[in-house]
């Protein structure tokens, strides 16, 4: 055995539930500074030359190079000069967007870092599970990864699954401690009943731990494991276009070579034919794809992030905006997770119900189902109706000196929960049971007039949107219990009904889904009455106000075909159990439609793996539930769901602009960098005019396109169907025919030139010129509209202020081999790049109506 880091036995405590106080908050302040975070050591961040070696091992940096080393060749080193402050550009704004990437994930990583459930100077707290402390008292919960090594001082139940550190998939039992302290912790295995380990999942019941070893001095920490959070490997679709851009440049080097060969040979001139054929190898390569989409991603999750959404797996955000269907579960989503009880009813008397005000007040006959509804519940309880349940006993003492012997879960069959107590000076046990009205009907074998009416008490509280639950009283001789609860004799003691408020911004949220062409189907254990009750308070139904509604017994009875199409009509399953959730999924996909899953609770899980987009709830939600979902929702806010969704759509969009874009650009660039060669003119685009380009092509796409705002109908269109397009709904076409407009434009101005001068500097001057005024139109004609992004005027204004200082500065205007055209040339060229400008409009006009003809021939969704 091993020594622990430290050894304190917890302080008892009569006023927390759990009788323990913990650390305080200046103890576990000097603790973290004698032994530093609760952190294992992490990959340290790539270092500058890394970076810099991987950027010039791409082929547009290459063949930049291939060009400065023929200008130092040819003894041209002015040329050359200039084209190594371009090479140094070029690097320096790859390595700044990197940088800037980098920065986002980090930012993101903090965010999702484990968190751990401590108690602190007698209080439960929620705090980053860096900040544990050996001596702190963790509180370990079903669903929860354990965030530290140590010794149980408390279990119930307890199983935890130490699969990463052995190997073995078993469950294994865990035991409080009898040992008094200093205790310390033992390798897993046989010997380690009592100790937990960091990573290790808990699987069933709950307990408290003393934290014995943290960070590096953890088990997982000396094997050197390391668990990850944010998964920031490339997506499909990064690492489908970078495969795309290896073979265009493979296509691109051929097609270079090929021009080289016929330049030279029928011209005689190799070093101009060298020049053009790396020229326009750099115009046709699409290098900004890879780029393009690293930053977009990783911007897009930090944006994310500050919308409350943190981002666990990329391609969710390639498939966010195409949702179709939002499974969302009711209880602290829609509503506002402060339940309170609000009505108490008594067997034989259900028709004279008491209402519980805001005070809590309630007559002594009503005790025994208060005490009763405390004795099903969790002494320290962590469930929103149990935490009600427990402040209406209005802090009286009921049975501290009771005992737990068992208790028998809720199970699919069976919606209730019993909990078997030893009392002192009782010769038999008591069961306590709560749970589905009906369930407790079932159980306390109520004859029909009773369960009638039981039930139509039930039906008016649910229509009131009321939670209703039964409750009931069991004994049994002390001895060995059985197996099945069933077994056992009860009476039915009464009804206790639980109000939870919709949230505020949820209706105005569930209207935007509407509009936006998302169907919302709610899945909660309640009533159906109340569940529908809830629906309607929320916004959710059909847009002729019908209210589609299954229950989870009708699910179960199911064949797959039968609830593939009923789901088209649901909106609302009523109790229902998270092993439905899967099933659902399946129904909704195999009909096509594009899932969204929320879920919190370990079985939960598999259906937020299969899910299109799985959402877990970061405040309330298990750790097993965020790990297996792509999003976590830190608020737990459906209107921070619909704000993602939103985000969603925006980043796709000004993706699809940016990679349009690229296209677009190169068409014009690779046109008149091809153009004299097929003409048996003197070349017009030189790498230095190509580089040039490129320092303005970059961030234009990455930046400027990144910060574009959404467009004003973004939540009004329909959610995008069939497969993921780099160029959205339109497709490649609208994009094209802008390119080679611009093209058309820049060859208007080129030939015209050639009959206006004999001089090549001047023709040059006017074709570049004319290039670069079309380029800023065409990112113009791509705004959303309005003033707001001020990354993109900020790239149009550079680009144009240093297109007039090398026209206007002589060195400059030599080393880009430009002569200053005469002013009515020049005002003839601006002309033409400003009539560029709505004709670009124009073309981007009729491609959004051809999208919208198309949108509006495919099927619709179903509203919410």
């Not at 666990?312 to 579960?329: K, N, S």
């Not at 199970?411 to 002192?424: E, K, N, Q």
């Not at 509209?785 to 005027?793: E, I, K, V």
């Not at 149009?796 to 060195?811: D, K, Q, S």
């Amino acid at each position: 055995m091993r020594p622990g880091a430290l050894a304190m036995s917890a302080v008892p405590d009569p006023v927390n539930p759990g009788h323990m106080v913990g650390l305080s908050a200046e103890q576990a302040l000097a603790l973290r500074q004698t032994h530093g975070p609760n952190a294992l050591a992490t990959q340290k961040t790539r270092p500058l030359w890394r970076s810099a070696l991987e950027v010039a091992r791409e082929p547009m940096f290459l063949l930049l190079m291939a060009c400065l080393v023929l200008y130092f060749l040819i003894g041209d080193w002015q040329e050359g000069l200039a084209l190594s402050v371009s090479v140094m550009a070029v690097m320096g704004i790859t390595l700044v967007q990197e940088r800037r990437t980098e920065r986002a994930l980090d930012a993101l990583k903090d965010l999702a870092s484990p968190r751990a459930l401590v108690i602190r100077d007698g209080l439960r707290l929620r705090i980053d599970a860096h900040e544990l402390v050996p001596g702190d008292l963790m509180v370990l919960l079903e669903g929860d990864r354990v965030p530290a090594d140590g010794v149980l001082v408390q279990a119930n139940n307890l199983q935890t699954d130490e699969s990463l550190l052995t190997g073995e998939s078993l469950p294994v039992d865990k035991q409080a401690t009898t040992l008094p302290a200093p205790w310390s912790m033992a390798p897993p295995g046989d010997a380690s009943a009592c100790c937990v380990f960091s990573g290790a999942l808990v699987v069933q019941g709950q307990g408290f731990a003393q934290v014995l070893a943290t960070g590096s001095h953890s088990e997982i920490g000396r094997i050197g494991g390391v668990l990850s959070l944010i998964e920031t490997g490339r997506t499909p679709l990064q690492k489908a276009t970078r495969h795309m851009v290896r073979r265009v440049a493979a296509g691109v080097l051929v097609l270079g070579v090929a021009v080289l060969l016929v330049m030279g040979l029928t011209r005689g001139d190799w070093v101009q034919a060298m020049l053009a054929a790396i020229a326009w190898s750099m115009a046709l390569l699409p290098e900004e794809f890879p780029v393009v989409l690293t930053i977009f991603l990783a911007l897009g999750a930090w944006r994310m992030s500050r919308r409350h959404v943190l981002t666990r797996r990329m391609p969710a955000l390639e498939t966010l905006g195409a949702a179709t269907v939002l499974c969302v579960d009711k209880t602290g989503t829609l509503t506002e997770n402060r339940m309170r009880v609000t009505r108490l009813a008594l067997a034989g008397e259900l028709d004279q119900d008491w209402s519980v005000d805001e005070s809590g007040e309630w007559p002594p006959q009503f005790g025994e189902l208060v005490e009763l509804a405390v004795l099903a519940s969790r002494r320290d309880p962590f469930d929103p109706m149990e935490i009600a349940i427990h402040a209406v006993k209005q802090g009286r003492a009921l049975h501290d000196d009771w005992t737990l012997a068992r208790e028998y879960p809720l199970t699919p069959g069976l919606l209730a929960v019993s909990r078997v107590w030893r009392a002192p000076g009782i010769d038999h046990l008591v069961i306590a049971t709560k749970g589905a009205p009906e369930a407790i009907a079932s159980l306390c074998h109520l004859p029909d007039p009773q369960r009638q009416a039981l039930l139509a008490q039930v039906q008016r509280m649910a229509e009131q949107g009321l939670r209703v639950l039964g409750v009931a009283r069991g004994q049994t001789p002390v001895g060995p219990l059985a197996e099945s609860v069933h077994d056992f004799d009860f009476e039915f003691i009464g009804l206790i009904a639980l109000a939870d408020p919709v949230r505020a911004e949820v209706p105005q949220a569930m209207a935007q889904c509407r509009q936006a062409g998302i169907r919302i189907i709610m899945i909660t254990g309640d009533y159906p009455a109340t569940a529908s009750s809830i629906a309607r308070q929320a916004g959710i139904g059909a847009a002729d106000g019908t209210l589609g509604c299954l229950t989870g017994a009708e699910v179960a009875q199911m064949d797959e075909a039968t609830l593939r199409e009923k789901m088209q009509a649901t909106h609302v399953i009523a109790r229902a159990t998270p092993q439905l959730k899967l099933r659902i999924v399946r129904a909704l996909q195999a009909h096509g439609e594009v899932v969204a899953m929320t879920g919190d609770g370990v079985n939960d899980a598999p259906a937020l793996r299969a899910a299109d987009i799985g959402i877990a709830m970061g405040g309330r939600g298990t750790d097993v539930a965020r790990e297996a979902a792509d999003l976590v929702v830190t608020d737990d806010r459906f209107s921070s769901i619909v704000e993602a969704i939103r985000l969603g759509r925006r980043i796709y969009a000004n993706l699809t602009k940016a990679c349009g874009y690229i296209v677009a650009v190169h068409i014009p660039i690779a046109g008149l960098a091809m153009w004299p060669v097929l003409m048996g003119g003197p070349l017009m685009l030189l790498p230095i005019h190509v580089a040039f380009l490129e320092l303005m092509i970059d961030p234009a796409c990455s930046i400027a396109f990144e910060a574009e705002p959404e467009e004003a109908r973004a939540m009004q269109e329909p959610p995008r169907r069939g497969p993921t397009s780099l160029f959205g709904a339109s497709g490649i076409w609208p994009w094209v025919w802008q390119g080679l407009l611009l093209l058309l434009g820049v060859l208007l101005v080129h030939e015209w030139a050639r009959r206006q001068s004999d001089e090549v500097e001047v023709v040059r001057a006017l074709s570049f010129s004319t290039l670069v005024l079309g380029n800023m139109a065409l990112i113009l004609s791509r705004r959303a509209g309005g003033l707001a992004n001020h990354a993109m005027w900020a790239v149009v204004t550079g680009t144009g202020l240093v297109l007039g200082l090398i026209l206007a500065w002589p060195l400059l205007r030599d080393l880009f081999s430009l002569a200053l055209p005469e002013v009515q040339a020049a005002a003839a060229c601006a002309l033409v790049g400003a009539l560029l400008w709505p004709a670009l409009m124009l073309v981007r006009h009729l491609g959004s109506r051809e999208r919208s003809v198309d949108s509006r021939q495919s099927p619709r969704p179903a509203g919410p």
